[in-house]
């Protein structure tokens, strides 16, 4: 156990080394929230996807998987589906509106091209992506400081503290671009415990002679089936509530947003699309073989808290030296999304309110330094959330994929594609999505329907009808200048 704790301290120490050292190619606002442009398409790639996935896929989708059986498989296409088209739709549109626009967020491109309802849209956005995402920082070093516990029996205090200055120096010394090369290097640790970890499990499946498809019987029905056993309407509620995943993947997730608008050419775009799919493929049929491979050597009911899974099997089934690396890509997993998260947060807060919305003059020094105060600020706000408020958290975090990403989605999607899509159409969605998104969930409705599949489409109409009711007098910044009445 020693050497396991050893080298979750090392990776600790390399990771913070890393982002010092690259602290020193940031020089201005531009560099700290979006690398300049400056970035390899790959690289952007394994971030955008280690930024996406958190400690959710390795302890929270293991883990569902192996108390739901085949039927997991779902929320895996769902998220897949959403991934891949988002960098085969997406990714190349944000890239050319960033340069167009040269905005550096995803509230101030809505601001932008909707420009005389531009300050009432940067606070809508920047006060939704900020106030429902702190959560979601404080939820990643909850998870954290819960790893740390259940491996080395660390106390979650010391674990959350430890995870917290990981986070905070990482996005505070080198911000956009630090973040970016760390988590190229956690997303190939991620992708080493997602490949290797079921093939060594089931090769000691086969060696107990254990069988995969007799444990799945004994499990249960539902186990067994790739529709959970349900029939007629239930399957569509089981297919959509697990499919709709998707919808978030649409634009409207601006840490994963981010990724496309920091992109410098097409080359580096499909270079991109490539990696991330190869990722994606990779990544998710391993997790959902974790989980299954779970339901084999485990019986249900075994296990007090299921997100703990991953981590047993490691320490069972690896070698201690080897399970340090492989349990430090789980941290990788909580760090990279974290770090990422507190850059969105921050660029939310300084750059669209600020700067643009109250409309505070500040140097590029001054912008810069604003940055890196407040990622210590928020990622010490997202620490306290995680120590007193843990229940909380979790609570809240379970929704915020339908509060921010299929809210924006379908913000983006319409400014994109729709030319008739209006400022106050853009005003209308983020405020019903937001209020969609609460009410739902607040209703036993939730149970039956998701709000990440509600939220998405209560948004987009709101958006429509609003725009239709309320067009843009003059649109002239949206298409080309062309004025259009």
């Known amino acids: 156990m020693n050497i396991i704790l050893f080298e979750f301290l090392l990776y600790c120490v390399v990771i913070s080394i890393i982002g010092f050292t690259l602290s020193k190619k940031v020089r201005n606002q531009e560099d700290f929230l979006l690398g300049g442009k400056k970035l390899p398409g790959w690289a952007l790639a394994f971030s955008e996807r280690a930024t996406g996935e958190s400690a959710w896929l390795l302890l929270g989708y293991t883990g569902f998987v192996f108390t739901t059986g085949l039927a997991g498989i779902w929320v895996a296409i769902g998220i897949a589906v959403g991934i891949i088209f988002s960098w085969l739709f997406l990714a190349k549109r944000f890239m050319r509106e960033q340069e167009k626009y040269k905005v550096l967020t995803v509230p101030d491109y809505l601001a932008i091209r909707f420009g005389d309802k531009a300050k009432i849209i940067r606070w809508l956005a920047g006060l939704l992506i900020s106030g429902m995402m702190i959560f979601y920082i404080g939820a990643q070093m909850a998870g954290a400081g819960k790893l740390l516990f259940t491996t080395f029996e660390l106390p979650f205090i010391s674990g959350v503290i430890l995870a917290t200055f990981v986070i905070i120096f990482t996005a505070f010394a080198g911000g956009f671009i630090s ?40 499990a249960g029905s539902e186990f067994n089936s790739w529709f959970g056993g349900l029939t007629g309407f239930s399957i569509g509620v089981l297919f ?63 296990f007090a808290d299921v997100e703990t899974i991953l981590p047993t099997m490691i320490l069972q089934l690896m070698p201690p030296w080897i399970a340090g690396i492989i349990l430090a ?87 994109f594609f729709w030319k008739k899509y209006s400022g106050v159409g853009v005003i209308a969605t983020i405020i019903s999505g937001f209020l969609a998104t609460i009410l739902w969930i607040s209703t036993p409705l939730e149970e039956i329907i998701t709000s990440r599949f509600t939220t998405f489409f209560i948004a987009a109409f709101f958006g429509i009808v609003f725009s239709l009711l309320f067009p843009d007098k003059n649109v002239d910044i949206k298409n080309n200048n062309e004025v259009v009445y």
Not at 185 to 213: C, E, H, K, R
Not at 247 to 271: D, H, I
Not at 332 to 356: F, G, M, R
């Open 179 to 218: 973040v970016v090369w760390t988590d190229m290097i956690q997303s190939i640790m991620m992708l080493i415990t997602l490949v290797g970890l079921p093939i060594i499990a089931f090769i000691y499946i086969a060696t107990n002679d254990l069988s995969v498809s007799q444990s799945l019987a004994e």
């Open 240 to 302: 959509f509530n697990n499919f709709s995943w998707f919808f978030g993947f649409l634009g409207g997730q601006p840490q994963l947003s981010a990724r496309f608008m920091a992109l410098k050419n097409e080359k580096e775009a499909n270079m991109g699309t490539t990696v991330a799919t190869i990722w994606t493929f990779l990544a998710y049929t391993g997790a959902f073989s974790i989980g299954i491979a779970a339901t084999t050597m485990y019986d249900q009911g075994s």
């Open 329 to 415: 890509g789980v941290l990788a997993a909580i760090i990279t999304t974290a770090n990422s998260q507190i850059l969105v947060v921050t660029s939310s807060v300084t750059e669209d309110i600020i700067h643009k919305a109250m409309g505070i003059k500040l140097t590029e020094k001054q912008l810069l330094w604003l940055s890196r105060i407040s990622v210590a600020f928020f990622g010490i706000v997202g620490m306290i959330i995680a120590l007193v408020s843990d229940s909380l958290v979790y609570l809240i975090v379970s929704w915020s994929w339908a509060g921010i990403g299929c809210t924006l989605s379908p913000a983006i999607l319409m400014t």
